[in-house]
Nanobody, 117 residues
Framework: QVRLVESGGGLVQVGGSPRLSCAASGIIFSNSDMNWYRQAPGKQRELVAGIARSGSTNYADSVKGRFTISRTNIKNTVYLQMNSLKVEDTAVYYC???????????WGQGTQVTVSS
């Protein structure tokens, strides 16, 4: 059973630098591409950052230069280091992976990040 558990969210001041974590189980983590998405109130869920099994990364334009995605395969964990937070970064942040065998998507329960001024 695939399980993704996010942590690290909360109330943060503008300019803050929290780090989100996503612990995965039930998958061969080292063979999995991992992604962070977010969904703000009244908006569609959007891709924030992704990291391939090779380690290559990609970012949404809105977070380039501020957010860094990384992974530690030995811990089956993917991280999202968030720097220079803005009010518009307020959202629920989700971890996602896709099964290479079935192409089914798996999502975590999400972690709320609220940026206050």
């Amino acid at each position: 059973q695939v399980r993704l558990v996010e942590s690290g969210g909360g109330l943060v001041q503008v300019g803050g630098s929290p780090r989100l974590s996503c612990a995965a189980s039930g998958i061969i983590f080292s063979n999995s591409d991992m992604n962070w998405y977010r969904q703000a109130p009244g908006k569609q869920r959007e891709l924030v950052a992704g990291i391939a099994r090779s380690g290559s990364t990609n970012y949404a334009d809105s977070v380039k230069g501020r957010f860094t995605i990384s992974r530690t395969n030995i811990k089956n964990t993917v991280y999202l280091q968030m720097n220079s937070l803005k009010v518009e970064d307020t959202a629920v942040y989700y971890c996602k992976t896709r099964s290479r065998d079935t192409t089914r998507d798996y999502w975590g329960q999400g972690t709320q990040v609220t940026v206050s001024s």
